[in-house]
């Protein structure tokens, strides 16, 4: 079966994979391949397979099945994740590290409108998460991207990308601004380009963040990031470890609702916290914040224009209100007869 294949071992495979793709691909797209190849590579790692060689379509069915039950994986994070699978697969195939047709035998689910919308931080959840924060680890890098992403609705990537020039305290806004040529692109470009009102007790913190808690460094291009480690400029899959981290009811709550023993459960380790059922990516997070705004009675013209996001998007993709809540709110708008 493998006398014509390569011996090739999947951590290895994986890192030759991204080298190839770093030239074809965004950034942000070769993060968020790093990262699902990670669960694939892992995987192997737990079930004993060490030579690329050796997985069959038996594997990848029990990959699958693994990532959806066990992980409890929406459908379209699933689809995401055996996608990026499928040309990782197509590439081993053509350095000979894998079977012929090995790729063809991956089966992408099929997503509805409701899958892409199910999963979001609802704001009880969210105000929990930042009243943890802020009693035990106040004005942190965490604290600080944690309460902007729930705040503004912004995507990761533009918090990321942000300066500490483009934060007016004064004024009390960020702006938001289209830089591509160093490494901080925005989701639609120049049209992304806005200003983000802010509340006073945000722009607080973000004061004590910048004049107590931040590393004062600067990104490759002499830039001085509002989100900064101790290496430089946050990265996307830094900002979504943290994320995971501090979403998951553990934390914050001091229980798990999956029964599972805290001090032992395997997502207990920062590194491990993405595999907790209950754990949340940025995007989650935001699509929260728009329905916190959409419930709170901001017109949805106002949503869209803050969030970036076109009517018809934030519609089928973002709003989480019930169709309930929709017509209540829509009710008190109604004159009195």
Same mark, same amino acid.
């Given at each position: 079966m493998t006398e014509n294949l390569d011996?090739?071992?999947?951590?290895?495979?994986?890192?030759?994979?991204?080298?190839?793709?770093?030239?074809?691909?965004?950034?942000?797209?070769?993060?968020?391949?790093?990262?699902?190849?990670?669960?694939?590579?892992?995987?192997?790692?737990?079930?004993?397979?060490?030579?690329?060689?050796?997985i069959s379509g038996r594997d990848i069915h029990r990959f699958r099945?693994?990532?959806?039950?066990?992980?409890?994986?929406?459908?379209?994070?699933?689809?995401?994740?055996?996608?990026t699978l499928r040309l990782f697969l197509r590439f081993c195939e053509s350095i000979d590290a894998v079977e012929p047709?090995?790729?063809?035998?991956?089966?992408?689910?099929?997503?509805?409108?409701?899958?892409?919308?199910d999963e979001f931080l609802p704001d009880e959840r969210a105000r929990k998460v930042?009243?943890?924060?802020?009693?035990?680890?106040?004005?942190?890098?965490?604290?600080?991207?944690l309460a902007v992403l729930w705040h503004t609705g912004l995507?990761?990537?533009? +918090?990321?990308?942000?300066?500490?020039? !483009?934060?007016?305290? =004064?004024?009390?806004?960020? #702006?938001?601004?289209?830089?591509? *040529? /160093?490494?901080?692109?925005?989701?639609?470009?120049?049209?992304?380009?806005?200003?983000? +009102?802010?509340?006073?007790?945000?722009? !607080?913190?973000?004061? =004590?963040?910048?004049?107590? #808690?931040?590393?004062?460094?600067? *990104? /490759?291009?002499?830039?001085?990031?509002?989100?900064?480690?101790s290496r430089g400029r946050l990265?996307?899959?830094?900002?979504?470890?943290?994320?995971y981290q501090?979403?998951?009811p553990c934390v914050y709550e001091d229980r798990c609702p999956h029964n599972k023993e805290i001090e032992t459960c395997e997502s207990r380790p920062t590194e491990y916290a993405y595999g907790c059922p209950s754990a949340l990516s940025p995007h989650p997070i935001r699509r929260g914040s728009i329905t916190y705004h959409l419930q709170s009675d901001t017109p949805e013209r106002v949503v869209s224009d803050r969030m970036d996001v076109g009517m018809n998007v934030l519609d089928r993709h973002y709003d989480q209100r019930t169709e309930q809540e929709k017509v209540e709110q829509r009710r008190r708008y109604l004159p009195d007869e």
């Open positions: 011996p090739l071992d999947p951590p290895k495979a994986k890192e030759m994979y991204l080298d190839e793709r770093r030239r074809e691909v965004a950034s942000a797209t070769l993060q968020s391949h790093e990262y699902r190849l990670k669960q694939f590579v892992q995987w192997c790692n737990k079930d004993g397979i060490d030579n690329m060689n050796e099945v693994k990532r959806r039950n066990e992980d409890d994986l929406a459908t379209a994070t699933m689809k995401s994740q055996l996608a047709g090995l790729d063809e035998k991956i089966i992408l689910p099929t997503t509805t409108a409701k899958d892409a919308r930042l009243s943890h924060l802020k009693q035990f680890q106040y004005a942190t890098l965490e604290h600080a991207l995507r990761v990537g533009a +918090a990321v990308g942000l300066d500490i020039g !483009d934060y007016d305290p =004064d004024e009390q806004y960020l #702006k938001l601004v289209h830089r591509p *040529d /160093e490494g901080t692109s925005l989701k639609n470009q120049t049209d992304s380009e806005r200003l983000v +009102a802010l509340s006073d007790g945000l722009c !607080d913190l973000l004061d =004590d963040w910048l004049s107590v #808690k931040h590393t004062g460094k600067i *990104d /490759e291009f002499d830039r001085r990031p509002l989100f900064a480690t990265s996307r899959n830094r900002a979504r470890s943290i994320a501090f979403t998951r």
